[in-house]
């Protein structure tokens, strides 16, 4: 019986992001550097293959400080943590690597010169993500509220209005955050803005990427995790513009009755998922179908960032 014909549209960019290559090159370099085990405070990306990969290398992922000796380092994840973590390595004089995305930690220094000006802050962003949590302890409790919807947005009434700013997560849908963004604007005409959009290059484009494709296809896989927020906002963002789509994590999550009666799958992946694992999802599509692949690039993307100091000898 000779298979079905199938068109796949393949996303560029997709996957690994600067931030994401960058988090795991700490981890494996320092254990390089210091031998294991390494101990990383949180999942250093969402993506349990990730994850599981650095484990059998000999990282250990911990939830807390607590669970880390004093004496063998610790590398926090790239969405950011809490001032207070860091200040209490300091205070058990640890060696620690702080591999938060650079963009990450770019709020993070704006909502420092905010809080320096005794604004209130609004941060638009997904209640108890780390990127979230971390952004908002950088400074005391009650200076930042989080802003979750246009509800919010609508809703929120601040002590001082004419002494606000805002920031938001790097990974939000960008269509929504907009959305949010004029409604707080329309309130408060003073509101301090960023300077540039928080939401990352990565975030923007893959969401942009999907746009392209979604009215060319009938169903969108996308890879990733669900606990990840990029990748979430690619399912929502593929079904805002009327294309059915569902996340997975491996292509074993693939079920086949998806596609019944589809001709053209899409595929992409969020930003912490490997480029090994999309290959995965094309081999099992080819296995049952005879798959006519395309690639659609709306981007090209060069962005690399540094090690941080402690590393870059070992890097």
């Given at each position: 019986?000779?298979?079905?014909?199938?068109?796949?549209?393949?996303?560029?960019?997709?996957g690994?992001?600067a931030?994401?290559?960058?988090?795991i090159?700490?981890?494996?370099?320092?254990?390089?550097?210091?031998?294991?085990?390494?101990?990383?405070?949180?999942?250093i990306?969402h993506?349990r293959?990730?994850?599981?990969?650095?484990e059998?290398?000999?990282?250990?992922?911990?939830?807390?400080?607590?669970?880390?000796?004093?004496?063998k380092?610790?590398?926090?994840?790239?969405?950011?943590?809490?001032?207070?973590?860091?200040?209490?390595?300091?205070?058990r004089?640890?060696?620690?690597?702080?591999?938060?995305?650079?963009?990450?930690s770019?709020?993070?220094?704006q909502?420092?010169?905010?809080?320096?000006?005794?604004?209130?802050?609004?941060m638009?962003?997904?209640?108890?993500?780390?990127?979230?949590?971390?952004?908002?302890?950088?400074?005391?409790?009650?200076a930042?509220?989080?802003?979750e919807?246009?509800?919010d947005?609508?809703?929120?009434?601040?002590?001082?209005?004419?002494?606000?700013s805002?920031?938001?997560?790097?990974?939000?849908?960008?269509?929504?955050?907009?959305?949010?963004?004029?409604?707080?604007?329309?309130?408060?005409?003073?509101?301090?803005?960023?300077k540039?959009?928080?939401?990352?290059?990565?975030?923007?484009?893959?969401?942009?990427?999907?746009?392209a494709?979604?009215?060319?296809?009938?169903?969108?896989?996308?890879i990733?995790?669900?606990?990840?927020?990029n990748?979430?906002?690619?399912?929502?963002?593929?079904?805002?513009?009327?294309?059915?789509a569902?996340?997975?994590?491996?292509?074993?999550?693939?079920?086949?009755?998806?596609?019944?009666?589809?001709?053209?799958?899409?595929?992409?992946?969020g930003?912490?998922a490997?480029e090994?694992?999309?290959?995965?999802?094309?081999?099992?599509?080819?296995?049952?179908y005879?798959?006519?692949?395309?690639?659609?690039?709306?981007a090209?993307?060069?962005?690399?960032?540094k090690?941080?100091?402690?590393?870059?000898?070992a890097?």
């Amino acid at each position: 019986m000779s298979k079905e014909q199938m068109k796949v549209l393949i996303a560029n960019p997709r996957g690994f992001c600067a931030g994401v290559d960058r988090a795991i090159k700490i981890v494996e370099v320092a254990l390089d550097k210091f031998g294991p085990p390494v101990y990383v405070r949180h999942e250093i990306v969402h993506n349990r293959y990730v994850v599981e990969g650095l484990e059998a290398r000999g990282a250990i992922f911990v939830d807390t400080l607590k669970e880390v000796p004093d004496d063998k380092p610790v590398v926090f994840s790239a969405h950011g943590v809490p001032a207070s973590v860091p200040a209490e390595a300091e205070r058990r004089e640890m060696i620690y690597v702080d591999a938060t995305c650079p963009l990450v930690s770019k709020v993070h220094r704006q909502v420092e010169r905010h809080h320096r000006k005794k604004h209130h802050i609004l941060m638009i962003g997904h209640a108890g993500h780390p990127e979230v949590i971390g952004t908002m302890g950088q400074v005391e409790e009650g200076a930042m509220t989080l802003i979750e919807t246009t509800d919010d947005a609508r809703t929120v009434s601040p002590k001082d209005p004419k002494n606000l700013s805002f920031v938001t997560q790097t990974t939000l849908s960008v269509d929504d955050t907009q959305e949010i963004v004029e409604i707080l604007k329309e309130r408060f005409p003073s509101i301090e803005t960023p300077k540039k959009e928080d939401i990352c290059y990565a975030t923007t484009n893959r969401q942009e990427a999907v746009k392209a494709m979604a009215e060319d296809c009938d169903f969108l896989i996308v890879i990733g995790a669900p606990n990840s927020s990029n990748s979430m906002r690619l399912v929502e963002v593929a079904e805002k513009h009327g294309c059915r789509a569902n996340l997975v994590q491996r292509s074993k999550d693939i079920n086949w009755s998806w596609f019944d009666g589809v001709n053209t799958i899409g595929i992409t992946a969020g930003a912490s998922a490997p480029e090994i694992l999309v290959e995965e999802v094309i081999e099992a599509i080819r296995e049952k179908y005879h798959a006519h692949i395309d690639t659609i690039t709306t981007a090209e993307e060069n962005v690399t960032f540094k090690l941080p100091p402690v590393l870059a000898k070992a890097g």
